[in-house]
């Protein structure tokens, strides 16, 4: 539980449209679907290909939502003054909602990827694999006589385990949202993890989902011509994809665990695309990427 001010000091960009003794109100949870709110949640309205959640907030809030965070000024929210939106629900506007949920669950959870050295894997085949064979090098690594799991949690599009242990994360084929995502990771940290691996996907990258976890590693398989009914260009594809890469510059620094890129050389549909990326990247930030190519399966070595 957190209040709403220790929640807000995540989020620089939100304007609240109440008291500021508003602050001082409880969150219990946080989610972006008006049907799992009860009293003391925190409702995040996200615009959504098929549907907005502004239009579910009066459900939030009469669901009983201590408060609500969205994109949309508070004169185009359908009842917001008769449901008492800004005046007795606090609303924190902001700019974007999806990664406002993220950063909010991750506070919630008390930022549990600060607290793991974090590979994320993404690319178009072969993810999935590859994040297996990684928790095997890793479990193996970190295995011992009383913990023969080794000290490992992976998240993957089919599903998720800790220290081995199989977690149940529901009927999906993505990158589980922000709220599970950052769940699994602070579930990864109690049962005494060191390692996480998180396959990210182009749509779990470009709606936010692992916005919030800090990545140590970043890894690429390869891109060809998929998904491009959802991101419209293959440029927008491979720009999601090169999120994860991005992301390796915002996130926290963490003792004895240097950050680093793994691209694929003999892929001409990434390489040249996310070496372009991670250029940009260095040359506006003073941390050290070290950046490996390679065209063969090998074991990759985490200090």
């Not at 599970?180 to 990864?188: E, G, I, S, T, W």
Request: aromatic content about 4%; glycine content about 8%.
């Amino acid at each position: 539980m957190m209040t709403l001010r220790e929640l807000l000091n995540t989020l620089p960009d939100a304007e609240l449209s109440f008291s500021e003794k508003a602050s001082n109100i409880a969150i219990e949870d946080v989610t972006a679907d008006s049907r799992q709110v009860r009293p003391g949640s925190l409702f995040v309205a996200v615009p959504g290909v098929h549907n907005d959640g502004h239009r579910f907030i009066p459900a939030a809030i009469a669901q009983g939502a201590a408060a609500v965070i969205g994109e949309r000024p508070l004169s185009e929210i359908i009842d917001a003054e008769a449901n008492g939106l800004g005046r007795t629900v606090p609303y924190l506007r902001v700019q974007n909602s999806r990664r406002a949920l993220a950063f909010v669950c991750a506070a919630l959870q008390g930022f549990p990827s600060r607290r793991l050295t974090v590979v994320g894997v993404t690319g178009t085949d072969g993810k999935t694999t590859t994040s297996t064979i990684l928790e095997s090098i890793l479990r193996a690594a970190t295995a011992t006589t009383e913990a023969p799991a080794g000290a490992v949690g992976v998240i993957t599009t089919v599903g998720a385990r800790i220290r081995g242990e199989e977690i149940d994360t529901g009927l999906h084929v993505t990158t589980p949202d922000a709220p599970d995502v950052q769940r699994f990771l602070r579930a990864m940290v109690d049962a005494g993890c060191r390692y996480a691996v998180v396959e990210s996907t182009s749509h779990g990258l470009h709606q936010q989902r692992v916005a919030a976890v800090d990545f140590d590693v970043a890894a690429v398989t390869n891109i060809t011509h998929e998904h491009l009914d959802y991101h419209g260009t293959r440029e927008a594809y491979v720009a999601a994809k090169a999120l994860l890469f991005r992301a390796l510059f915002a996130s926290s620094p963490k003792p004895g665990a240097p950050r680093a890129a793994v691209l694929n050389a003999d892929d001409a549909g990434s390489y040249d695309a996310l070496r372009a990326a991670l250029a940009e990247e260095m040359e506006s930030s003073a941390l050290d990427v070290a950046i490996a190519a390679t065209g063969s399966p090998g074991a990759l070595r985490i200090p």
